[in-house]
Nanobody, 122 residues
Framework: QLQPVESGGGLVQPGGSLRLSCASSGFTLDYYNIGWFRQAPGKEREGVSFISDNGSNTHYADSVKGRFTISRDNAKNTVYLQMNDLKAEDTAVYYC???????????????WGQGTQVTVSS
């Protein structure tokens, strides 16, 4: 079974950058559309950014547009989320998930990682 694994989270100051990675042991991510989601304390999980299986289509939430960039390297079986100009409100647990559809709907994502914590604080 596909099991996404996130990495790259941590503590960063406002205005700083982080790059999250989503990989999978065993099964390839190549055939899947990937979404990055996040959940802040006391808030519902929300979609952040999405990329199609071949990387030709991407989508961003308005809150991160212009600051975050999603990309994938299928040769390395990895999807990335480059996060620049981070703000306190970006603090959350970030999850990557895989779907057979290029969609923002969480219910259509079948495989989820365990999440990685991103904390933006001075």
């Amino acid at each position: 079974q596909l099991q996404p694994v996130e990495s790259g989270g941590g503590l960063v100051q406002p205005g700083g950058s982080l790059r999250l990675s989503c990989a999978s042991s065993g099964f390839t991510l190549d055939y899947y559309n990937i979404g990055w989601f996040r959940q802040a304390p006391g808030k519902e999980r929300e979609g952040v950014s999405f990329i199609s299986d071949n990387g030709s289509n991407t989508h961003y939430a308005d809150s991160v547009k212009g600051r975050f960039t999603i990309s994938r390297d299928n040769a390395k079986n990895t999807v990335y989320l480059q996060m620049n100009d981070l703000k306190a409100e970006d603090t959350a647990v970030y999850y990557c998930a895989a779907s057979n559809f290029f969609t923002t709907f969480q219910n259509l994502y079948d495989y989820w990682g365990q999440g990685t914590q991103v904390t933006v604080s001075s």
